[in-house]
C-alpha cells in the first residue's frame, strides 16, 4: 500500500514538473522521462538551471500571432508582408514555421 502512495506521489511530481517544463519551453516529454526514471527532484533542477527557452517560446508565440521572422534583420513580421517592416529589404517568399506539418 505505501509503494503504491509513494508511486503515485513519485508520477504526480513527474508530471507536475514535466507541465512546468513545457510552460517554460522545454520538450513535455524529455522532463516526464527525465523525472520518471531518475527523479522529479531532479527534472526540478534542471528546469531551474535551464530556466526558460526563450527561442522555442518565442516561435510559439510566433505560431499564434500568425507572423514570420524576417530573414535578415530576425525580427518579427506579419506573414503577408512583402517587404520587412524592420530593415525595409524584400522578402523572399519564406515558408513560414506553421509548414511543418509537411514533414
Ligand atoms: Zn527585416
Partial sequence: MTFIIIA???ISLVIIFALAAKDKGHP???YFLLGLFFSPI???MVLLVCGENKEELRIRNIKNINSKICP???N???VKATVCQYCCRDLP???T???E???
Fill in 8 to 10: 503515485f506521489f513519485w
Fill in 28 to 30: 513535455f516529454q524529455s
Fill in 42 to 44: 531532479v527534472s526540478f
Fill in 72 to 74: 535578415f534583420c530576425d
Fill in 76 to 78: 518579427e513580421i506579419r
Fill in 93 to 95: 517568399n519564406i515558408p
Fill in 97 to 99: 514555421t506553421t509548414d
Fill in 101 to 103: 506539418t509537411k514533414n
